[in-house]
Structures are given as structure tokens and as C-alpha cells.
């Protein structure tokens, strides 16, 4: 399952290119970098990615609760231990939740 497809199966809201703020909640999610993990013979790959993920929700509390879902959610061993900041954005007039975590990937449970 990919992380967009976590964020709007688990939290139950959309992942937009950018925030809306007459939206009660929402994500932004992007994969900011990629390198390469392990090279085998051909037959299998490993990488690393790294994700942030923007939560942006108009009630504080109903933020806190998402980010504990999601934490929840990546709480695999393919992912490693997310840095979480919370703020309110001026801008949006939103509560934004910024998650940083890297994912494993590829054939890592061969």
C-alpha cells in the first residue's frame, strides 16, 4: 500500500497537491527523495524514500487524532521512527501536522 493510499484509507480524507482551506481536513504528501538501496545480482532491489506528509485539519484536536492514526499506520518496520511538528498555519487559517519519515522499499522481505 502505497503512503497516499494509507493516508486516505486510515484517515478518510483526500491527499491534494496543496491545502484548501474550506476543506475540514486534508493532506499533502510528497516523496522528496529517493536513493538507492542495496543492488543485488539483478534479481532484487532495495531503496529508501523519503516522504513528508502535511495533515491540515481546521480543529486542533481533530489534528491530534489524525496524527496519532497515522503514526499508528506507519508503525511498520519498513518505516522509520517519524519526526512530527504541529503548527497553525496564518496563512490557511488550518492546523498543519508535518510528518518526515523514510520507507524501505523493494523486495526487503525476500
Do not use: H
Amino acid at each position: 500500500m502505497t503512503v497516499k493510499e494509507i493516508i486516505e484509507t486510515e484517515l478518510n480524507i483526500p491527499v491534494l497537491n496543496e491545502p484548501a482551506p474550506l476543506m475540514p481536513a486534508c493532506a499533502t504528501c510528497i516523496d522528496y527523495y529517493t536513493t538507492s538501496g542495496l543492488n543485488g545480482d539483478g534479481a532484487g532491489q532495495e531503496w529508501v524514500s523519503s516522504y513528508e506528509v502535511d495533515l491540515w485539519y481546521r480543529e486542533r484536536m481533530a489534528l491530534e487524532e489524525a496524527v496519532k492514526k497515522l503514526l499508528k499506520a506507519i508503525g511498520l518496520p519498513e518505516y522509520s521512527i517519524p519526526l512530527v511538528e504541529k503548527s497553525c498555519d496564518p496563512a490557511t487559517k488550518l492546523w498543519r501536522a508535518i510528518i518526515k519519515f523514510e520507507k524501505m522499499e523493494g523486495d526487503i522481505c525476500d
